[in-house]
């Protein structure tokens, strides 16, 4: 065995002319077998001879999946198949080759290679490659990330309106962006030959000097100093620029870079209103409000004539005040705030707008409203103070009154849902901070429609109002209380934790257990459900809220009035927010039309006649494509009351295809297409309208279709839906009994019912052939089907077995997997 420790022996063993090749032969594998590279060997058929770990590690292959292969089958996409050959062909015509391309890893994952190709000879003449393959997927990435940061820098500078430049420790520009030649009025090559020394008087150039030498003696950049130019037309430019150090790659001072804007304008405007102060000194004697002028040099205020009738003080009264009396007056509350914000626009030279409470001469306060400018001279320093000040004490009044009633509800007085989430968030951002427990209850009355339905909606707002005074008594002053709408109570228990928590809400729940609702001589007892949540558990509003909700949901669930703590794992809360993702998937794929209809044929037994049946089924694809059942979707629908949207939507489209299908010539007339309905459709008085609108708009025979709806949904609401099957039959359309036999008290509903097919339930069907009571069951069923003239459908058809227990029995049609299995229906 090669010792490879042995350096000087082995250098010197290999650069002796005819060297061991047993040595040289080791040393080389062991290079091939320890390089990060991959490095493979190819016959003139591009297959694999043999590979390194590296390639394997690379493309994420064992060695017994790649040697012997075409290389091109594991690592090319399709599309790079011409690319790669090529390489192959002029590798073997003695072509050493480079290229930077793509590749793909055994998963897919797609990789940058930089890839070197060498011919070489394997025996009796024939040509090989041998290919080494770098890994440059990063370097790649890192390339296009500076690229876009790049493009994006670009972008931003070149579409400011300042300019933007760039200049060395001598003043000459490096790089400006198309807003500064304008700005300065310059030809952009005659900018690239001049320093800004070339656009300003000595001065002013001196003065820019000294300010560059600030920023590069301390590093800390210029927010902004004033300075002017001459234009070609010789008009002055008053520029506002900012400035910072230009570092070299190495963190030396390379120059200066900043933005210039154009305040010529601001300039002008300045002294403009310093030039018509007379007219606005006269305009502020005649209007209603308070104007006031305050020279900061000598300290001179002048009043206009409203100061009486808004501080109850006469100009004469206050000429002696001064600034520092002026806000004496300004309440201590308010006091900083205002201060600060006129400090910052003294600081800026800008407008300010500021409110506060001010004492007049009786002694009230009134609220004002303070709007004014600082002037600055030309060394930006505030000289003047001109504003207005207004008594907004009503208009403060009606602010308060207006924010009230947005915090609050109107009925009960308590918050809203609105101020609810808002303390609710505040309270999240703030336990981030400093990590205190707090806990949410999400209250649910349970007998709040019984008293709602039986005395009328004045007895319900009173017994809300009544329950937000039994509650608000109970409850600390730190806790928030509100009502969330309708009969649901929110509770934000501050700095509680969840033993405390539940204790307060068994409390609530023994109060309302002992409370009594009293009207017009009727007593009601009232339940309530109560959700509970560990604030800490949760990161945004929407999780707390959502928690706190299927806790609720939950206790409804397991029986009502009752307290149920919010966990992750419990199924009843799983088996709610699968409903609540169900609903929101329901709202997107029927904006999306991401539903698809499928279609079952139903088939006529032998030794039978009739019509051709098909029943529509409903399916939905998710945003992966992938196709989801209806039992995956339908419980949401139901639960958030979409059924009827979903029933529409299938009733217009089903309508649709066979409007295609007529017009197409291949719909028949013995062919009907039943749809499902649910209990929520029929019960809208609407739905059948809506019907006959589609039938009307689609031009569509009304035999072409037959509507199916359960027989549990129709006992649930039997007078809608004698209603209901009246009002389709009168158009021409067929009704078919759904899950007939599935309820103990079955065959009285049908004397009710003006159907015209029974479908028998389908798991009386599926164990027929050998079990007799079900069959005893469905020759009843079907016997009095016979009786009243309308014929039997038997669903869940699985095998030949069942099939000859129904054909025995005299049933007329089947449907199930022994038939046909469903299928996409594309209108034919």
Known sequence: MVNFTQKPDLFNALRTEGADPALEQALFRKLFESAPEGIVLLDNRDCIVRVNPGFLDMFGYRKDEVVGRPINSLIVDGGLDEEASDLTRRVIDHQSIRKDTVRYRKDGTMLYVSILGHPVTLGEGQVGVYGIYRDVTEQKLSEEMLRQSEDKYRTIVETIEDGYFEVDLEGNFLFFNEALPRILDCDPEALKKITYRDLCTPATAERVYDICNVVFNTGQPNPGFSWEI?????????????????????????????????????????????????????????????????????????????????????????????????????????????????????????????????????GDYIQAEDNGTFLLDDEGKAYRMIGTMSDVSERHRVTREMAYQAAHDELTGLFNRRKFEQVLKDMLDHQRAIGRSHAVLYMDLDQFKVVNDTCGHHAGDELLRQLAVLLSNQLRKSDTLARLGGDEFGLILHGCSMVKAEEVGRKILALINEFSFSWEGRNFTIGMSIGIVDVAGHTSLAEVLMAADQACYSAKHRGRNRIQVYHFDDSDLSRHQLEIDAAAEITDALREDRFELHFQKIMLLPGHHGERHYEILLRMRDRAGELVMPDRFIPGAERYNMMSAIDRWVVSHVLQGIRRRLDAGRHQEDERFSINLSGSSFGEREFAAFVADELQRTRVP?????????????????????????????LGVKVMLDDFGSGLSSFGYLKTLPIDYLKIDGELVKDIAGARIDLAMIEAIHRVGEVIGIPTVAEHVSSPEILECLREVGVQYGQGFHFHKPEPWRWG
Do not use: C
């Open 230 to 362: 001459t234009d070609r037309q010789s008009k002055s430019r008053h520029l506002e620029t900012s400035l910072s150090l230009l570092l070299s790659s190495n963190g030396t001072p390379a120059g200066f870079h900043g933005i210039v804007r154009d305040v010529s304008e601001r300039v002008r405007a300045e002294t403009a209103l310093r030039e018509s102060e007379k007219r606005y000194r006269i305009m502020a004697e005649n209007t209603g409000q308070l104007v006031y002028d305050y020279d900061l040099a000598t300290g001179a205020i002048h009043w206009s004539g409203a100061i009486e009738r808004v501080t109850g003080e006469t100009a004469e009264a206050l000429s002696g005040v001064d600034l520092d009396g002026w806000i004496a007056r300004i309440h201590p509350e308010d006091r900083g705030e205002a201060l600060a914000l006129l400090h910052e626009a003294e600081v800026r030279g800008s407008h300010y707008h500021v409110e506060y409470r001010f004492r007049t001469r009786g």
């Open 702 to 730: 009304p035999q072409a279709i037959a509507f199916e709806i359960t027989e549990s949904s129709a006992i649930l609401s039997l007078e809608r839906a004698v209603e209901f099957i009246e009002s389709v039959r009168a």
